[in-house]
């Protein structure tokens, strides 16, 4: 072989050595890459644990947070809220009602025709208004006017046999969805307005005496006999339907709970025992914290970030609103410190809340064996294609630990609740049924959320007592239960 031959061959099997070189490293790095996509992974399914001590400990915790925030005023990260409902509805209730349920930029307005235990609902209506966006940042009394505006065009819709008997006056049921200081079941002073309005002269304004005057000013003569919250809307809704619920709770872009406390067992409540002996509590359970929440990086940093830090802690663990934004953040590392998408981060995974937690549930509901459900919303919501079904299977895996997180989070509060009203243990073969009414598009529609949720009361409260303990999916208690309220608190209740 001459010099040259062999020259060329020596360069061609240095040329293959470092091709050879260029593969091993590569796969080097990007098994490197996998591995710590894979540390990542692994990291959060251990920070987000929740073993059946912790629940035990948070479901204690919340226990202890509720003496805590009834006691006294500001005693507690729960403000344990007094509601001024004393009267639940028993079923009874006969007559036409009214509701305006107020919580976002539309409005609904609804009218129920009550047949007391034989009837139940006889007849239901409703007509739902958009607000105009300049209305929402205007004043208190051009808002007012065009919700009582709203409210009289539907009073003249009354159809045959709609209609109140000659001398009384209509009443409503009003679900205010904003911070208020209740000051009696029929006023509130609003504290602060959320969900995009912002109209000054209204904060510390009674939201009921706005109301009021602004149907005043249109000759629409209605009395507002109850305001209330959704929540409390909701639990009114489910003991009509059935006397056994004892709470709700909302689990959807938010969350909140509301229970039947004893009157007594309210140190900080000044007024009058109520007849009834019960007062319903809004716990806005939204804000509890305890030092045993599995909270990771990835929670403060969404916290840090929020409109509100240091508030709402358990609702940014545990609600719809934050669910999808909590993944995000984790695909949003595992691309920076991991090449997961490839070499850049995907412009679409740096938007805030742009994954939301509907996604989630459709990719963590995907059963097609690529996983294609989960393909198509990576492509369709961050533009990402060409996923494997490997990074498929690990973002499914993201989406369970976040929703098992938050659904045993949510299975250990209501344990809080039913500790406190001593409803977490069975008594001398007392069979003693124990319903909470359940409302929110989170529990209703993300299957594995609310299964899970479900199975973790069952391991928390143990077979026996679980027996007892129904769980009752109650839709729109914050618009019929509202007028289920202006009923069971009417100014005619004690006529014969």
């Known amino acids: 072989m001459g010099k040259v031959a062999v020259g060329a061959a020596v360069v061609c099997a240095a040329a293959v050595c470092a091709a050879t070189a260029l593969v091993v490293r590569h796969r080097m790095q990007s098994s490197g890459k996998w591995a710590r996509a894979m540390a990542i992974l692994k990291d959060l399914e251990d920070k987000c644990g929740t073993p059946i001590g912790k629940l035990r400990q948070i479901a204690d915790a919340m226990t202890v947070e509720m003496h805590a925030g009834l006691a006294s005023e500001g005693g507690s990260k729960l403000k344990m809220l007094i509601s001024f409902v004393d009267n639940l509805p028993t079923g009874d209730e006969k007559g036409l009602f009214y509701a305006l349920d107020l919580g976002g ?20 209506e409703f007509k739902e208004v958009s607000i105009p966006q300049h209305l929402m940042v205007g004043s208190s009394h051009e808002l007012f006017n065009f919700i009582a505006a709203a409210l009289a065009k539907f009073v003249a819709t009354e159809g045959e046999g709609l ?6 006056q209509r009443e409503l049921g009003f679900t205010f969805s904003f911070p208020v200081r209740q000051t009696s079941i029929s006023s509130g002073n609003l504290i ?14 009674d939201v009921v005496g706005e109301l009021t005057k602004a149907m005043e000013r249109i000759g629409l003569d209605m009395r507002v006999s109850a305001l209330v919250n959704d929540t409390i809307g909701t639990l009114a809704g489910g003991r009509y339907h059935n006397q056994d619920v004892v709470a709700a709770v909302i689990l959807g872009t938010g969350t909140n709970a509301a229970y039947v406390e004893r009157a007594h067992a309210i140190p900080k409540w000044q007024g009058l025992l109520p007849k009834s002996g019960e007062m319903v509590i809004n716990m806005e359970w939204g ?42 953040r984790v695909l949003y590392r595992m691309a920076e410190e991991a090449s997961f998408f490839g070499d850049a981060v995907p412009p679409k995974l740096k938007i805030p809340y742009i994954l939301r937690t509907p996604d989630m549930s459709a990719m963590h509901h995907d059963m097609s064996s690529d996983l294609k459900v989960v393909g198509n919303k990576l492509k369709d919501i961050l533009e990402i294609s060409n996923t494997s079904l490997k990074m498929r299977k690990v973002i499914v895996e993201i989406c369970d630990i976040v929703a098992t997180r938050g659904a045993r989070l949510s299975a250990a509060g209501i344990v809080g609740i039913l500790k406190k009203l ?25 299957k594995k959320f609310s299964s899970c949720m479900e199975s973790t009361l069952k391991e928390l409260l143990g077979e026996e007592v679980a027996e007892n303990i129904v769980i009752e999916l109650s839709n729109d208690g914050s618009g019929i239960g509202a007028a289920l309220l202006a009923a069971s608190h009417s100014q005619y209740l004690e006529e014969p």
Do not use: C
């Not at 602060?192 to 304004?205: H, L, M, N, P």
């Not at 305890?290 to 609702?315: C, G, M, R, V």
């Not at 977490?424 to 993300?446: N, P, S, W």
């Open 105 to 124: 930029s539309n409005f609904r307005v609804l009218r129920v025709l009550l047949g007391g235990k034989e009837g139940h609902v006889v007849k239901q």
């Open 163 to 168: 209609h109140v008997p000659p001398g009384r």
């Open 192 to 205: 602060k307005w959320t969900k995009g309005f912002s109209i000054e002269d209204a904060v510390g304004e």
């Open 287 to 328: 804000n509890f914290r305890s030092s045993h929440l599995p909270l990771t990086e990835y929670d403060h940093a969404l916290d840090e970030e929020s409109k509100n830090p240091e508030e709402q802690i358990f609702e940014k663990m545990i609600s719809g609103m934050y669910l999808g934004e909590v993944v995000r």
């Open 422 to 446: 001593g409803r977490d243990t069975v008594r001398d073969g007392e069979k003693q049924k124990t319903v909470i009414a359940l409302d929110g598009g989170l529990f209703e529609h993300y």
